[in-house]
Each structure stands twice: as structure tokens, then as C-alpha cells.
């Protein structure tokens, strides 16, 4: 094989390698469905709530964490890896704090979390929710 030819082959090879790794296909929590929400405590919106959704599917990476932030009448949009976004399909538990801003000395504080702890941790959290193809709301999310 000549000089030439092997510079073909090369050449040859190395765009069928990349060909092939922009085919490759993509995992399921790379893909986001746009995802909306609500949440209230005692009936009522709550503001502020940060939210965190962790994936019951334990193979998926622990950098995969939708989130979400609710706004004055209790509606949340999340996201995964840019604003809006939405999240991968699947199951989730839900944990979610609440901390009410003011100020001390002319300096912005945030106090305490003031929901009960058990919606603080995943461990305790009994919120669960499903993002399924085609159903981007999720049902009213109460908390008590």
C-alpha cells in the first residue's frame, strides 16, 4: 500500500469514527420534557418553595437532579441542565424547603426552613411524582 493510499484509508477511518459517535445513541436522562407544576401548604400557593426531584431510577448519575423554585401563586417550572428545560422521564421523589427571607444587622439572611422536616429530606419526603411522555403538568403537590 502506497503513501497516498494509506493517507485515504486514514482519512476514511477517522470520519467514519466520528460519523458514528454523533450516532450514538442518547441516554434516557439526557432528554428533558418541559415540566410545570404547582404547590400549596394548607390549601394555599406556597412562594419560594425550592423543590429538588430525585430519580427513583438508581443508574441514573447523581448529577441529574431536576429543581424547581415556585413563585407567588405556587406554580414551578423545572429544569435540568438549563432554565426551563423540563426533566427526563421517569419517577421522582420530591424534597422540598421553604426559607423565608429578612434581615439582620442590614444584612439579608435566609432563616430556617419553616416546613415540616420531613419534606426536607429524602429519606422522610412521602412526595412522589411521575413525569410521563405527552403530560407536561404534574398534579397539585399538598403539603400539610
Known amino acids: 500500500m502506497n503513501a497516498r493510499t494509506r493517507k485515504w484509508f486514514l482519512g476514511g477511518g477517522l470520519l467514519v469514527a ?12 439526557e432528554a428533558t420534557q418541559p415540566t410545570v407544576g404547582t404547590i400549596t401548604l394548607k390549601g394555599r400557593p406556597l412562594a419560594n418553595a425550592e423543590l429538588a426531584f ?3 431510577d438508581e443508574t441514573v448519575p447523581t448529577l441529574v437532579r431536576p429543581r424547581a423554585k415556585s413563585t407567588e401563586d405556587g406554580k414551578f417550572t423545572v429544569w435540568t441542565y438549563a432554565q426551563g428545560d423540563g426533566a427526563p422521564l421517569g419517577r421522582y421523589k420530591v424534597t422540598v424547603v421553604h426559607h423565608e427571607v429578612g434581615l ?8 430556617p ?14 412526595i412522589l411524582v411521575h413525569v410521563a411522555e405527552g403530560q407536561p403538568e404534574l398534579p397539585s403537590i399538598e403539603l400539610r
Open 54 to 56: 430525585f430519580p427513583e
Open 104 to 111: 439582620s444587622r442590614g444584612t439579608i439572611i435566609a432563616k
Open 18 to 29: 466520528i460519523l458514528l459517535a454523533g450516532c450514538a445513541e442518547q441516554e434516557p436522562w
Open 113 to 126: 426552613n419553616d416546613l415540616p422536616k420531613k419534606y426536607a429530606k429524602l429519606q422522610t419526603t412521602d
